[in-house]
């Protein structure tokens, strides 16, 4: 450790458990990793993308506790005991969930940097259930950007997958209390 | 991220004791993070709020309601209680930030959200806000976004909160409890003016902790409105934005409250602006009016003059749409 020490200003790791994808997962982390570093840097859980690093672009959005986030903005010290989800957690094995199934049908990207980002935000947005319209869809993704401009196609991937999603939360809460 | 040692006690008192002058307290952490990354906040120490008891909302015996500091911004703009009698709360936490960053923003934090002035931002380039005496490139600089009222020869720095515009309008009274105990501070005296001294955006003291905003009771529920007006519909600060609420008798006005965001290091009211608004009756002759004693000594800079026209016709729109009801 005394390299480890001297880089880090004599201040150890912490461990924390959490419950990631529904697999408990035991990890070391420095209190100045984020959320997102070590998912993708630790964990090699390289699905929740790296955009901006600064909570402007959406890339990095993971559901924490059901709700989403920002992972890059986040402390992963400070979520001991939480329960993560990332987009490799959304699909039950072979099957895809019904948002990344939509967003294939609706050809819902180009580049497909922010897909996982749109997906998880899209899933915690309708886990808030208060987009009633496609306005306030559109305005409750705002917090994920898309450069390729695919907008539209994400707008419609949603709003197909929204029926299949509500039914697949409500399953997750029985099994869950 | 420079490296710091970290604390999570579990109560308030804990807290305040082991907070060092270069500490700071993370709750959401959205803000301060993003400061950290880009070396304008080194703290030794961060100290972790989160599993402190201050994440209710409850009615108070007065008829108000006191707000946990820890509250997420997401579950104060829902809230059931805030919805029904503090609508312009709800509509200024919504339109700002995402919905993602609401889900970790807390009501304290933010309070003390810092300024997005791109050079306080930029640790390669002088701030007197991010280092005292280094000077102010914003005054003859990029300063579109910046202050046109209560700025000064150091700073010309605009507050970014949303949410503190309605509580400003509101009148909410912040508790902080710190070393030296527990004090309230009227929401009017909590942030302040650059001065000579911009680095300070607000009244606390080392080691002060926000540990809730109250709300007091009040009948501006039936009409307020939140407008902010960006560079874009969604997701942006805001260049102008205005809080008002109307307590309205038939078509005149009985008492009214206007705030401004956007235009100064502080949320912007004046007490001659709502007193020049009660007992006349709500048309666009008595918002102008007020509108004009709001603004008074407004000044802008080359890029950034435009917003006193605009903020003329952002106070007069949103008093119009406040007199016809609340947006919820």
């Not at chain 1, 907008?151 to 949603?158: G, S, T």
């Not at chain 2, 006005?253 to 912007?268: D, E, L, Q």
């Not at chain 2, 729109?317 to 947006?327: C, E, N, V």
Request: aromatic share 4%.
């Amino acid at each position: 450790m005394s390299e480890t020490s001297t880089a880090t200003g004599g201040i150890s790791a912490c461990s924390i458990t959490l419950q990631l994808n529904g697999q408990s997962r035991e990890v070391e982390v420095y209190p100045w990793t984020t959320l997102l570093d070590l998912l993708r840097e630790q964990l090699h859980l390289t699905g929740t993308k790296k955009g901006c690093d600064h909570g402007q672009c959406g890339a990095c959005t993971v559901l924490l506790n059901g709700k989403r986030i920002n992972s890059c903005l986040t402390l992963a010290v400070m979520h001991d005991g939480a329960k993560l989800t990332t987009i490799e957690g959304l699909a039950q094995g072979e099957e895809l969930h019904p948002m990344q199934a939509a967003f294939v049908e609706h050809d819902a990207f180009q580049c497909g940097y922010c897909t996982p980002g749109q997906i998880c935000s899209a899933v915690g947005m309708i886990a808030e259930g208060r987009a009633e319209t496609r306005d306030d869809l559109r305005e409750q993704m705002s917090g994920n950007v898309c450069r390729c401009g695919a907008y539209p196609n994400i707008v419609a991937a949603i709003e197909d997958a929204t029926a299949a999603t509500r039914e697949r939360l409500a399953g997750a809460k029985e099994v869950t209390p | 991220m420079n490296p710091f040692s970290y604390a999570r006690p579990s109560s308030v008192e804990e807290a305040i004791d082991q907070f060092r002058p270069d500490s700071r307290y993370i709750a959401g952490g959205t803000n301060l993070l993003d400061l950290m990354k880009e070396n304008v906040t080194r703290p030794s120490q961060l100290i972790d709020i989160t599993q402190l008891p201050l994440a209710d909302i409850a009615e108070t015996p007065e008829g108000g309601l006191r707000i946990g500091a820890l509250v997420s911004n997401a579950d104060l703009a829902w809230h059931p209680l805030v919805e029904a009698r503090y609508p312009l709360l709800s509509q200024a936490i919504l339109a700002g930030a995402s919905p993602q960053l609401r889900n970790m923003a807390t009501t304290g934090g933010n309070l003390l959200q810092r300024t997005r002035c791109y050079y306080f931002y930029d640790a390669t380039t002088p701030c007197n806000k991010r280092e005292p005496g280094t000077g102010c490139p914003a005054r003859d600089g990029l300063n579109r976004i910046h202050a046109i009222l209560g700025h000064s020869e150091a700073c010309i720095a605009v507050h970014p909160s949303d949410m503190c515009v309605a509580l400003a309008a509101l009148e909410a009274v912040v508790h902080v409890q710190g070393p030296r105990g527990e004090r309230r501070i009227p929401m009017a005296d909590f942030h302040r003016l650059p001065g000579q001294t911009p680095e300070a955006d607000n009244t606390l003291i080392d080691g002060e902790l926000i540990t809730a905003v109250e709300l007091p009771a009040q009948d501006f529920s039936a009409h307020s409105s939140y407008l902010k007006v960006r560079d874009r519909a969604s997701y942006a600060f805001a260049l102008v934005s205005v809080a008002a609420a109307l307590d309205m008798d038939g078509a005149g006005i009985r008492s009214a409250r206007i705030a401004m965001g956007g235009v100064a290091h502080k949320p912007w009211r004046k007490a001659e602006a709502e007193a020049a608004l009660v007992g006349k009756p709500a048309d666009e002759a008595a918002f102008t009016a007020a509108a004009d004693i709001l603004l008074e000594g407004a000044s802008g800079f080359e890029h950034n003059a435009f917003k006193i026209e605009l903020g003329r016709r952002a106070i007069v729109r949103a008093l119009t749409d406040a007199a016809k009801g609340a947006a919820r």
